[in-house]
Each structure stands twice: as C-alpha cells, then as structure tokens.
C-alpha cells in the first residue's frame, strides 16, 4: 500500500492563552492510496529534524499515534513538543504511515517557533501577568520596569520598587543609580561618578561605610583576593596612580603562591629606580625600614650614616624636646634618650627610676639614682669612683700622671 502527502503541512498552536503557551502542535494533511482518498484509522509517528534531508531528528513523538483519517483529510495533535526544538534555525517535519516513510519532509514555517516564546516569558509567570512595565509610560507607577522621560517627566529607568520587592535599580532626576535590596538601599552611583557602598552621599570616587558591624567585633569591610601570583611574590595588592603611572603601592606578599603573612610597601622616587620596597612587615610583625627581611622588631637600613631622626617641633610651636622612651610591659616608663636640653642642643640619657649605665665590651659607666659616677664599676659609693687607672695630662699634650688605686697612690 503505497501513500503520498499531497497538501501542504498547516500548523497552528491550540489553546494559547494569556496564561501559558501548551507545548503542542496541530498537524493537518491529506492522504490519497494511489490516487483514491484514505478512509482508514492508520498508526503514524512524527519526526522534526534540523535538515531537510538526512540528519538526526530533534524531535520524536513518543509512540506511534492512531490516527482517523476520513476521505483522505486527518489532523493529529502533537504533545510535548518543547520550546527548545524552536531556536531559530530552520525545521522539518517527517511523517511515517505504518511502516512508510513519507517524502520529502515539510519545513515548518514560523507558527512553530511560537512555542519559544513560551521558554522566554516562562511557563507559570507569562508577561504581563499583572504588573506594569512602562517605558515612556502612560503611568506604571510603582515600578517593575518604568523607566519615562521624553516628557514623562523624569525618572528614566527602574526595575521592581516597593518592600515587597528583593532587588531593584533606579534612577532619579538628578543622575543618581541606587541599587537596593530587601528595600534597603545598598549601592548608590551619584552624579558626579562616586560610589558608595553603605552610604547615600558618598564624598570620593569610593566610599565604604559598614552599617552591619558591632563594638567590639573586628569589621572586615574591603576583601582583596587573588587567585594567582607573580614570580616577585606579590599577590593582592592596591596601587596608586597618576596619569597611568604607579605612585604607590600596598602589597599583600607570597610564597610560591602561598599566603605569607607579609605585607610590603613600594614607592617611586621618580629618579629612574621604578617602584622601590621602602616598609616591610613579615608575619612575625617585624618592620624593616629599607629591609625585606627584617631580624629585629624594627630594622631599619639605608645608604645615608644617619637613620633616624627625630624633629623638634616647628617654629612658633610649644617645643616638643623629642626623645626616644623606654617602657615596662605595664605601661610605666622606665627611661629616655633625647632632647632634654630646653633648647640648649643637649642630649640626655635618663632614668626615671634606678641608674643608667654604658656597656662596651672593655668596661662600664654607670650613674646610680643618688647621682654617683662609676666608671669600671657597677656600685660607685662616691660622686667619682674609678676601679683601675686615671691619667691626667698636662694641657700641652706633653706630661701626664696615672693615679692607680691598685698601686696605693693617691689613697
């Protein structure tokens, strides 16, 4: 028994409402047996295919369908035909009567790809259920969308408002994007270009204000985090920038792609040396100044004598007397070293309780809290005691006298 398809394939999708889109198609044709018109209920199985000829179908109905066919005219529903088989590229649909495979298959024209809209608009919340949208509107207040102006008047742009809503953007007459959700504002971009993040009025190019931390509690509000490293060590890092060309930089060290704990700052002197490490802090939390692999809580190095220097006060200020303080675990001070002068250009080495002393590997000098004077001894009990020789020379440089306790003179 042999059967042709003579007419051409009409589709139409059923039932599409405002509410869904079914996933089903229509299929008509008009059968004839060597020239007569069918009268027969006969199995049929349908196959979309991406080509007209060859190929792999990307469709196929589940089973062979029963299918009336009365004076040569039959119409078959099509189920569970999904939105993905519509892409846009071209279609074609195959019938098999029985064990026949009709010829040629039949493109599908656009009727079909209507069943994308349902992947679109989705299957339970088809546009546009019941709110808004708007545009240049004739009024969507309230949001999910809006966006007006060319007179509308103002507010250009709005997705979803309200607290019933998770997560919106808007913008207002002045320029300003707020991005807010659970109805609490989190992200603003003002007029002028600067961000701020927990902030409304964000006075720099990037303002953070933590509005979720407690007293107390330690509030990580900024997180850099690299996933790769160079071959330098240097993980995340912070630059500063003028015109293109780095200032400055903070940066967070690694070892072999390793966390290290240390952090290092870089300058540029503009001299032609490029970024150069100036302040290193390894993870043990020493400092080194001019140093990268500090050996004492501070290190300092440089290729000037002087390393240090402290500065009295400006000009016209109260006078500051700089001096460098020596403290007990308890916080009481326990000596200095500095300016004590008054403005005299002296230096003071003093105790505020006890006696200071001067180590070298020949002797000692010390000065007991009574104001006694020893030198090679640690207990002088006069206001000069010398354990060993002293030599008092003529003002010409050419005659001196030794005094030695060992040898009894001057007892």
Same mark, same amino acid.
């Given at each position: 028994?042999?059967?042709?398809?003579?007419?051409?394939?009409?589709?139409?999708?059923?039932?599409?409402?405002?509410?869904?889109?079914?996933?089903?198609?229509?299929?008509?044709?008009?059968?004839?047996?060597?020239?007569?018109?069918?009268?027969?209920?006969?199995?049929?199985?349908?196959?979309?295919?991406?080509?007209?000829?060859?190929?792999?179908?990307?469709?196929?109905? *589940?089973?062979?369908?029963?299918?009336?066919?009365?004076?040569?005219?039959y119409s078959v529903v099509l189920d569970q035909v999904t939105p993905n088989v519509f892409t846009g590229d071209d279609r074609f649909l195959e019938v098999k009567v029985g064990t026949e495979t009709l010829a040629p298959r039949t493109k599908i024209n656009s009727v079909g790809y209507a069943l994308?809209?349902?992947?679109?608009?989705?299957?339970?919340?088809?546009?546009?259920?019941?709110?808004?949208?708007?545009?240049?509107?004739?009024?969507?207040?309230?949001a999910k969308f809006?966006?007006?102006?060319?007179? +509308? /008047?103002? %507010?250009?742009? *709005?997705?979803?408002?309200?607290?019933?809503?998770?997560?919106?953007?808007?913008?207002?007459? /002045? +320029?300003?994007?707020?991005?807010? /959700?659970?109805?609490?504002?989190?992200?603003?971009?003002?007029?002028?270009?600067?961000?701020?993040? +927990?902030t409304s009025a964000p006075a720099a190019p990037l303002q953070i204000d933590n509005l979720a931390g407690t007293n107390g509690a330690v509030s990580e509000i900024l997180k850099l985090r690299n996933y790769y490293y160079t071959a330098d060590g240097t993980g995340s890092s912070i630059g500063f920038y003028t015109a293109g060309n780095a200032n400055?930089?903070?940066?967070?060290?690694?070892?072999?792609?390793?966390?290290?704990?240390?952090?290092?700052?870089?300058?540029n002197n503009w001299a032609g040396?490029?970024?150069?490490?100036?302040?290193?802090?390894?993870?043990?939390?020493?400092?080194?100044?001019?140093?990268t692999n500090p050996i004492k809580p501070l290190t300092v190095s440089g290729s000037v004598h002087e390393l240090v220097a402290l500065i009295d006060s400006p000009v016209g200020e109260v006078a500051s007397a700089p001096y460098i303080g020596f403290y007990?675990?308890?916080?009481?001070?326990?000596g200095y070293v500095g300016d004590g002068s008054g403005g005299e250009n002296g230096m003071v080495l003093g105790a505020d309780s006890g006696y200071s002393q001067l180590l070298?590997?020949?002797? %000692?000098?010390?000065? *007991?809290?009574?104001?006694?004077?020893?030198?090679?001894?640690?207990?002088?009990?006069?206001?000069?005691?010398?354990?060993?020789?002293?030599?008092?020379?003529?003002s010409d440089g050419n005659n001196y006298c030794d005094f030695s306790s060992e040898a009894g003179v001057g007892t």
């Open positions: 028994m042999r059967r042709s398809l003579l007419v051409s394939l009409a589709l139409a999708i059923l039932s599409v409402t405002a509410f869904a889109v079914p996933n089903q198609l229509t299929y008509s044709g008009r059968l004839l047996q060597n020239g007569a018109l069918v009268n027969a209920t006969l199995p049929m199985t349908f196959y979309i295919y991406p080509t007209e000829t060859l190929g792999s179908p990307v469709w196929t109905s *589940t089973a062979d369908i029963n299918v009336v066919v009365n004076q040569g005219i994308q809209a349902g992947a679109v608009t989705g299957l339970s919340n088809v546009f546009p259920s019941s709110g808004n949208v708007g545009v240049g509107t004739t009024a969507a207040t309230g809006q966006v007006m102006n060319a007179a +509308g /008047t103002s %507010t250009l742009f *709005t997705v979803g408002q309200g607290v019933s809503e998770n997560i919106y953007a808007r913008t207002g007459p /002045t +320029g300003i994007v707020a991005f807010l /959700t659970f109805a609490s504002e989190r992200m603003r971009i003002d007029q002028f270009g600067n961000v701020g993040i +927990g400055a930089k903070i940066i967070g060290k690694t070892t072999n792609g390793n966390p290290s704990g240390a952090l290092e700052f870089q300058t040396d490029g970024m150069q490490s100036r302040m290193y802090i390894n993870a043990a939390g020493y400092v080194g100044i001019g140093k007990e675990s308890g916080g009481a001070r326990i070298t590997t020949g002797g %000692t000098l010390r000065l *007991t809290s009574a104001g006694y004077v020893g030198i090679g001894t640690t207990a002088p009990s006069t206001n000069l005691t010398v354990k060993g020789k002293v030599r008092a020379i003529r």
